[in-house]
């Protein structure tokens, strides 16, 4: 299973940036899809996922409003829409994957990791 995070970058305080995460070897239809992300000096925290069989979307307050969470089944893609970007969402974005799971919540509930792509806003 490979998970390949891209779209990061440097954005001013405002603006928006679209991550991306392609995933192969794996029944991607099957996977809830979860992005986390690390900001330097703190932990990995969740961002927001989308569950196999629904759809079903869930984020973090912090983010709520701002970002969206979808997939495209067909590209065995996930993406992270994030709009109205703040300086405290500097961070390194990761994408995670794990089968038929219906919650998603926290890092312990997926068992594949992206190498993740550093996200910086600028005030």
């Known amino acids: 299973v490979q998970l390949q995070a891209s779209g990061g970058g440097l954005v001013q305080a405002g603006g928006s940036l679209r991550l991306s995460c392609a995933a192969s070897?794996?029944?991607?239809?099957?996977?809830?899809m979860g992005w986390f992300r690390q900001a330097p000096g703190k932990e990995r925290e969740f961002v927001a996922r989308?569950?196999?069989?629904?759809?079903?979307?869930y984020y973090a307050d912090s983010v709520k409003g701002r970002f969206t969470i979808s997939r495209d089944n067909a590209k065995n893609s996930v993406y992270l829409q994030m709009n109205s970007l703040k300086p405290e969402d500097t961070a390194v974005y990761y994408c995670a994957a794990d089968q038929y799971r219906n919650t998603g919540y926290t890092q312990s509930q997926y068992s594949y990791w992206g190498q993740g792509t550093q996200v910086t806003v600028s005030s």
């Open positions: 989308i569950t196999w069989s629904s759809g079903s979307t």
């Open positions: 070897g794996l029944s991607f239809g099957s996977y809830t």
